[in-house]
Nanobody, 128 residues
Framework: QAQLVESGGGEVQPGGSLRLDCAAS????????MGWFRQALGKEREFVAA????????EHADSVKGRFTISRDNTKNTVYLQMNSLKPEDTAVYYC?????????????????????WGQGTQVTVSS
């Protein structure tokens, strides 16, 4: 039974930092693209970042570029999202997702419909 479990969310002040973890289990995810998405109140879920199976290729949404960094440690079956210089508009539930399609075109990594497994989400709140 494959599953993803996020952790590391919390409440921080603007300008602060937070690191989210996504632990995968049930199968090997080392060859899969992994992504982070977020959903703020009243908004649709949006793409945040994605990373290739071996961690060589990374992509970040314009809204977080330069502030957030996605990474992974395949020896631990874990993907991370390091969030720095947090802003109130970063407040959202953050979801980890996995794409098991080994033939996924990189140009589709921003599409939530391409992901097969989703975590339960972890709340990030940025406020003073």
């Amino acid at each position: 039974q494959a599953q993803l479990v996020e952790s590391g969310g919390g409440e921080v002040q603007p300008g602060g930092s937070l690191r989210l973890d996504c632990a995968a289990s049930g199968r090997s995810f080392s060859g899969y693209v992994m992504g982070w998405f977020r959903q703020a109140l009243g908004k649709e879920r949006e793409f945040v970042a994605a990373i290739s199976g071996r961690g060589i290729i990374r992509e970040h949404a314009d809204s977080v570029k330069g502030r957030f960094t996605i990474s992974r440690d395949n020896t631990k079956n874990t993907v991370y999202l390091q969030m720095n210089s947090l802003k109130p508009e970063d407040t959202a539930v953050y979801y980890c997702a996995a794409n098991t399609n080994t033939q996924l075109a990189w140009g589709r990594v921003r599409l939530e419909s391409e992901y097969d497994y989703w975590g339960q989400g972890t709340q990030v709140t940025v406020s003073s």
